[in-house]
């Protein structure tokens, strides 16, 4: 008969986390000793140090372990995205997005989302706009679409800001090729003529 010991402590870290982080980080350890290469162990451990300790290249490192072992559990993959968002590893989210769109199972309106929040982060707001649009198709449930909603709401507002920004520069370079002083040759060719 298999030793499920590790599901136990596993058990016990999923329900002490986040609220308990002692008693989960305890019970992780003791199910990583018992299986190193248990996904969901790996997982969890990845989000106390991204989430609770701000510690990115660990929680990166405990992602990449997890994906090692198994590519294709769908649970790990709009983590570790946000992870690598938020570390500015954009052309790494970025594949992994595009990889995630094929695994089995994964939740393509999640998946979505992350690539909405990509193209904020990227300052791409039209981009992230027609994503997030398609993420309110696929969603499933209505508490999805309203947080999408208020995404799509803030999007909107800094695409407004960066209109309106662009504009100002624009007119500012108008007014300096306007206001220009005139280069000598210029003044030359003037009083020639």
């Known amino acids: 008969m298999e ?16 609220y308990e982080l002692e008693k989960a980080v305890e019970a992780l350890n003791y199910a990583l000793s018992y299986d190193p290469e248990n ?17 990115y290249e660990t929680a990166k490192t405990y992602f990449e ?11 790990l993959y709009p983590d570790y995205i946000r992870l690598l968002i938020n570390n500015h590893d954009f ?9 995630a769109k094929t695994v089995k199972g994964i939740d393509k309106a999640g ?22 649009k398609d993420a309110k198709h696929l969603a499933l449930n209505n508490d999805f679409i309203f947080y999408v909603d208020d995404i ?8 407004k800001i960066q209109e309106n920004e662009n504009r100002i520069i624009e007119n500012q370079a108008k007014q ?3 206001t220009k ?3 000598w040759f210029q003044n030359r060719l003037n009083n020639l003529l």
Do not use: C
């Open 91 to 99: 052309d790494e989210a970025q594949k992994l997005i595009d990889y």
């Open 3 to 18: 030793n499920n010991l590790h599901n136990t402590y596993l058990f016990k870290a999923i329900e002490a986390y986040p």
């Open 181 to 183: 002083p005139k280069t």
């Open 111 to 132: 998946i979505a989302l992350t690539q909405g929040q990509l193209y904020e982060s990227l300052m791409l707001f039209a981009e992230a706009e027609k994503v997030l």
């Open 65 to 75: 372990r997890a994906l090692a072992v198994r590519l294709d559990v769908p649970d």
């Open 39 to 55: 996904t969901k162990a790996l997982h969890l451990m990845a989000k106390v140090h991204y989430e609770q300790l701000g510690d």
């Open 152 to 159: 799509l709401s803030r999007i909107k507002k800094k695409k």
């Open 176 to 178: 300096e090729a306007e």
